[in-house]
Every structure is written in structure tokens, then in C-alpha cells.
């Protein structure tokens, strides 16, 4: 940080990594907002008592960081062209972790200014607004309606109305609450109640003076929100958590998917429009129509997925002939987008509703976005139309994607802007794809050990099943192999009947996962797991509430005489940002290697530009970094604390003993066995001492 430089750091969750970058990021913020404020009063005091105080202080007068009027006074103000110390944002993929983040702060001696940015579903208090569907919509609605009815709630004296109208907001349209303290979400929310203001705006006027902000990694890789939460990263230092999948947010944070029923939800929202608006909405629906053309009689190169029950086409386009099919459209699309936006922030900041729906306009403004960055830098793009089919082989959706190729495109935006971006996660490896695919020079790189000591873990591969031996290679010819389904079925149940309280079962796919339980219901394999173990399977598609109730459900089965066992997806809902420590997974198996689908025409464009684009990091070894990431994330879910303990077992006779492409934690821990008897062996002695030790 303070030789703004970039760092790579990957350290095993339960290492206090998160704890170690707060305190020292914090430390240093203190340190250097000491020496400012020393400085400004220095220079006070020489403008005071010295007619050369017309003058501008050049940078090098400045000792790490800049200056802004705010911090001088008034006789001296606009002398200044720099800013303040350096905003530290404090960034990970979700808000449960953030919290988590908060706590670990909580935890020092620092009391920074913060604040913590979230969406209004973690944030809305309003008893209406809060259960809608249409959240982000009804909020503009309420927080701009006059208030015509009777209904009213009385806090500290004043009557407030929460029915027709947004109490919280319209009584209150800029809070500041006051607090030395470190906060959490549900403490401001708590406040809001009290107080009668509300969070979701209060949080974002915090984040205008805190020193340090918390916030989901897309507010700031999405151009779009990182302006429309005004985040200025100007001499800031960023810190990613959890940024394992930082390539994958950068890439969809500046491409677009639009369905083909977007024409009919524009030509709705033009019916509310104002007068002077509508006619912006007739240059939209022009650009749409000709998508729609594009969707109706595609003519790129086809190819197609007929292994789901649904197939698919789809038509393919170069970065230069989807710039040859909108290069007319896009400055009129720039130029509706732009009014229709400018007009709409017009009209609320004078307290009129306009019944524009948010999540399309947003659609709009990331379609003007995505073909502008298309325009841009075509040969790191490519287009796709797609057409799905029914069984009667009849189209029932068409969409297209602008869809970019090169995540640097995104990240480079960000890091020309911050003074230092820190990457960090329990599962980077293999790291040097992530310096090749971001394009950004880490100076400063780690792979750490774990903090638990050797005798805590036992981490190896099991190469054959139980009793005849069979080679466990998870590759895709095998899937359907009834002696491949068969043995791994058997592995799993005696690592089952050795496990204590939870376990861990990660597979490549939902459509394998099924044809394992459908192929054990068969040879009544699934009765012996049943009898050893309660079995949840994550499901396909869930809601989050719905999903939180099943992992309670699965973390009271573990306290159960016999436990329970989850099989679960890679890179799915159980893979990351739930806590799975002590009892909750004392094994976690991970079964073949999750290489992303060949059939996917993004991951097939990705392989191909690698090739041509990427020297240090050809399609192959971007293939197979994509697959070892995901199991390195899977495999951390079994230690989470120093006093953690647990098996980590690799069933697939790929894997190997030093291979590179695992965390450095776990690769210094692995150990191949030529039979799955010497394992189980071993995993027997294992068990039983570690128990004996807890007990």
C-alpha cells in the first residue's frame, strides 16, 4: 500500500487472513492520516502567517497521499488540487461475508469510519416495500409518494405515516447517524427502526466520509454501479476477499444477456412515460428490433446441445461482425439510454415517480454499455444468438449474449484508477493464471501453509474402488459406465461408515449426481447409504430461504448418533460462503475433476482466444485451471479454524501427489495409496485417534 503496489495473497480459510489485512490496512490508514493531519496543520499555520500562502503544494510536498479543500480552512480553501488519505474498500462476493469481514474488525483496537454497502433487500425496513417482489421498483414509488391516508405510527411524539408513503425516507431524506462505533447491517437497520430513517440511504451517505467501506466486489467491477453508488476509486486501496472468482465477475460485469421478450416489457414502461421521454424509448425499440431480426434469422455459425432435455442452437459471431451489425445504432442507442437516465434522476431529485422499471432500465444501460466495450475492443468479444427448443421441436426462447473474452478488459479499469488492489482468498492456486487473465503486475505474491498442524489433516487420493479393483477416473466416457457408478457407490459408502457427524460429497454435475442416485436405487447401494447416514442433495434451483432451512436441517442431522452426508455440486451453493467447521464436515470427498462443459460456446470462444491472445496462458491450461480452482475451493469447505480437523480425500486417479494446480496447503499434505484398503486403513487410525482426543 504504501508503494502502490498489487498483491496476490492465498491463504487457507481459518489462517485469520482477514483479520491480518483489516489491522494492517487500518494500521496503516491511521498512520498515515496521523502524518496528514500533522502536515495540513503545519501548512495552516504557514498560511496564516505568510503572505505566500497563494500557492499550490505540488505532490511531492505530500507524503503518500493527496489533499482536498474539505481538509483546509476556509482561508485557505481551493489552494489544494489533491486529496485526502487514501478510502480503504473492503470487498467480497457476498454479504453473509462481509459480516464476517465486520466482525474480524470488530475484533481490534480500530474504530475507522465505515460504512457497509448493500442492496435495499438486505437494507429496506418499510413493512410493505420489504416483501415485495418488485423491491427496487416500490422503493422509488414510496420514498416519492405523497402521504393520503390515516394510517400512522407516533415515535418520540411525531406521527409518521408507513402505509401509502416511505416514512423512513420522506421525513429523513439525508441520514448521517452518529456512531464511533463498528457496526453491523442489523444494528443499522435496528437504528433505522428507532430513529425513523433509512438504512439503505444512511449507508450510502456513510460511505461519502468513512474510511473504510464494505462492499459486494461487483459494486466496484460493474462500471454501472460503481457510478451509480458514486464510488471513486482515485488513490484508494482495494481489497478483494474471496477473489477466487474474480475472472468470472469481471467477464460478466461487461457483457449482457437479453431475452426476447424485452421489446414488449419496453413498449409497457413507454406507456408511463412523460411526454418529452417517450420518444427516447421509440430509438430503443428501433436498436431491439433489429436484435430481434438477428434472433428470428441468425446467420453465424451454428452448433448445437442436444443432451438436454431442452436442446439448444446456438449461432456464433466475431467481435467484428457483431461491430459490422450495430456499428448504426450504437451512438443513438448512447444517446436514448443517456436521456432516458438523465431524465429520470431529473424528475426524482424534484420528488415525481416515474414508473420506469429499474431492473429494465438497468438491462438498457448494461446493453449500451456492452456494445460500447464491444465497439471498443471487438476482437475480445463475441456474440451469440440462441434458440431452445421444445420436444416438438419448436423454438420457446431466443436470446442473445455480447459476450466478453478477456477479463483485463475490465480489471485494468479498476487498477489504473486505485493506488493498490490485494487479491486474496484459501484458494487462488494455480495463481500465476490469474496474473496472465487479469493483465494487472502483482508484485507481491503468497501461498501460505495452514496454520494446523500436520497431525489435523489427512489428505489423499484414492486412485481404485473397494475389493475389485476398478480405476476411479471421473472422466466423461465413464459417466454412464455401471461399473465406474458402481464402485465409486461403494468407495463412498465405506468412507461413509468410517466418517463421524457430517460429510461432504462433491460431484461435476447435476445430471451426474442424478445418475448416480438412479443407478444406486437400482443396486440398492442407496438403502446402505440411507442406513448410515441422512442424505441431502443440492438441489438444481432453490431459493435462499429455502435453501438456509435445508442446511439447518442438514446441521441438526449431524448432531444425530450417525450424522449426515450432503453431496453437492462444484462451484454450486454449498462450495462457498457457508461454514462448515468442527462436526459439520469431518470428510469432504471431492469425486472426478469439474472441467467447465465442452459444449458450452463461451468456454469453447474462451479456449480459442487464449490460443491466439494469450501467451502465457493457452486455452488448455486455462481449461484446466478452471477445474482445479473448483476443487481447491470444494476441498477447503473441510478446515475452517485453527482447531478444525478433518479428511480430505481425492477420488480420481488423476490426481497426484505435488501437482501445482492445488492450494500449496494442501499439496504439502497429500498422499497417494496404491489400493483403497491402505487408505481406508489408514483413515481407520486416523479417525480414531483424533476422537480420542476430543474426547
Not at 347 to 352: A, P, Q, T, V, Y
Amino acid at each position: 500500500m504504501k508503494n502502490s503496489e498489487n498483491a496476490l495473497l492465498e491463504s487457507p480459510t481459518g489462517t485469520g487472513k482477514s483479520l491480518a489485512l483489516l489491522v494492517g490496512a487500518v494500521g496503516w490508514q491511521e498512520e498515515e492520516t496521523r502524518i496528514f493531519n500533522a502536515w495540513i496543520n503545519q501548512k495552516k499555520n504557514q498560511n496564516s502567517s505568510s503572505q505566500s500562502s497563494q500557492r499550490s503544494f505540488s505532490d511531492s510536498q505530500v507524503p503518500n497521499f493527496r489533499i482536498s479543500a474539505s481538509d483546509l480552512s476556509a482561508s485557505a480553501q481551493g489552494l489544494y488540487l489533491v486529496r485526502s488519505p487514501p478510502i480503504i474498500y473492503f470487498a467480497s462476493r457476498t454479504v453473509n461475508q462481509l459480516r464476517q469481514a465486520v466482525q474480524q474488525l470488530k475484533l481490534t483496537k480500530y474504530r475507522p469510519k465505515m460504512s457497509i454497502l448493500a442492496s435495499r433487500k438486505h437494507y429496506c425496513i418499510h413493512p410493505i416495500v420489504s416483501a415485495s417482489e418488485e423491491l427496487n421498483d416500490d422503493c422509488r414509488k414510496y420514498k416519492n409518494a405523497k402521504c393520503k391516508c390515516s394510517k400512522a405510527v407516533k415515535v418520540d411524539g411525531i406521527v409518521h405515516c408507513s402505509g401509502c408513503h416511505c416514512a423512513f425516507f420522506v421525513d429523513n431524506p439525508n441520514p448521517v447517524p452518529q456512531t464511533e462505533e463498528i457496526w453491523d447491517l442489523e444494528d443499522l437497520n435496528t437504528d433505522g427502526n428507532k430513529k425513523m430513517f433509512c438504512p439503505y440511504y444512511a449507508a450510502r451517505n456513510l460511505a461519502k466520509v468513512a474510511q473504510i467501506v464494505f462492499l459486494p466486489y461487483n459494486y466496484i467491477f460493474n462500471p454501472l454501479i460503481q457510478s451509480a453508488i458514486r464510488i471513486d476509486l482515485s488513490n484508494a486501496v482495494v481489497i478483494i476477499d474471496e477473489a477466487h472468482n474474480i475472472e468470472e465477475v469481471c467477464i460478466e460485469s461487461i457483457s449482457e444477456n437479453i431475452l426476447d421478450n424485452i421489446k414488449e416489457d419496453l413498449l409497457v414502461d413507454q406507456k408511463y412515460a412523460p411526454d418529452d421521454i417517450s420518444p427516447m424509448y421509440d430509438i430503443v425499440i428501433i436498436t431491439v428490433d433489429l436484435l430481434l431480426k438477428i434472433l428470428e434469422r441468425p446467420t453465424g455459425k451454428r452448433s448445437g446441445n442436444l443432451e438436454d432435455h431442452t436442446p439448444t442452437f446456438t449461432y456464433t459471431y466475431s467481435g467484428e461482425e457483431a461491430v459490422e451489425i450495430f456499428k448504426h445504432v450504437i451512438p443513438d442507442l448512447q444517446n436514448a439510454v443517456s436521456r432516458i437516465s438523465s431524465h429520470i434522476i431529473t424528475l426524482e431529485e424534484r420528488e415525481k415517480f416515474v414508473k420506469i422499471s429499474e431492473y429494465l432500465f438497468g438491462q438498457l444501460e448494461k446493453l449500451e454499455l456492452s456494445l460500447c466495450m464491444l465497439s471498443e475492443n471487438p476482437s475480445k468479444y463475441s456474440f451469440f444468438v440462441t434458440h431452445t427448443l421444445n420436444r416438438q421441436n419448436k423454438i420457446v426462447l431466443r436470446k442473445f449474449k455480447i459476450h466478453c473474452l478477456d477479463p483485463s478488459l475490465c480489471f485494468t479499469q479498476v487498477s489504473e484508477q486505485a493506488r493498490s488492489i490485494i487479491l486474496t482468498s484459501g484458494t487462488l492456486a494455480p495463481m500465476q493464471s490469474i496474473k496472465h487473465e487479469l493483465g494487472v503486475d502483482f508484485k507481491i505474491t503468497l501461498e501460505a501453509s495452514h496454520v494446523v498442524k500436520k497431525e489435523q489433516l489427512w489428505v489423499g487420493v484414492i486412485p481404485f474402488t473397494p475389493d475389485t479393483p476398478i480405476e476411479l477416473k471421473g472422466v466423461f466416457g465413464n459417466r454412464k459406465n455401471t461399473a465406474y457408478l458402481d464402485g465409486l457407490g461403494k468407495a463412498i459408502l465405506r468412507i461413509m461408515q468410517l466418517t463421524p457427524d457430517g460429510m461432504l460429497v462433491f460431484l461435476p454435475s447435476y445430471t451426474f449426481m442424478n445418475d448416480l442416485v438412479d443407478r444406486w436405487k437400482v443396486t440398492g447401494l442407496y438403502d446402505g447409504l440411507e442406513e448410515c447416514k441422512k442424505l441431502y442433495f443440492e438441489p438444481r434451483k432453490i431459493g435462499n430461504v429455502e435453501f438456509s432451512g435445508m442446511v439447518k436441517r442438514y446441521q441438526g442431522d449431524v448432531e444425530s448418533r450417525c450424522g449426515a452426508a450432503f453431496f453437492c455440486i462444484y462451484r454450486g451453493k454449498m462450495s462457498e460462503g457457508i461454514d462448515f467447521a468442527g462436526r459439520l464436515a469431518r470428510t469432504v470427498v471431492a469425486v472426478g475433476i469439474p472441467y467447465p462443459s465442452y459444449t458450452d460456446i463461451c468456454v469453447a470462444k474462451k479456449r480459442e482466444y487464449n490460443d491466439l491472445h494469450n501467451p502465457f496462458l493457452k486455452g488448455l491450461q486455462w481449461y484446466e485451471t478452471q477445474a482445479f480452482r473448483a476443487v481447491n475451493q470444494a476441498i477447503g469447505r473441510c478446515i475452517r479454524n485453527a482447531k478444525d480437523w478433518g479428511a480430505m480425500i481425492l477420488l480420481d486417479s488423476r490426481f497426484g501427489e505435488g501437482d501445482t494446480r492445488i492450494s500449496k496447503w494442501l499439496r504439502e499434505q497429500i498422499k497417494g495409496y496404491d489400493s483403497f484398503e491402505l487408505a481406508e486403513n489408514s483413515m481407520i487410525e486416523f479417525f480414531e485417534r483424533k476422537l480420542m482426543n476430543d474426547n
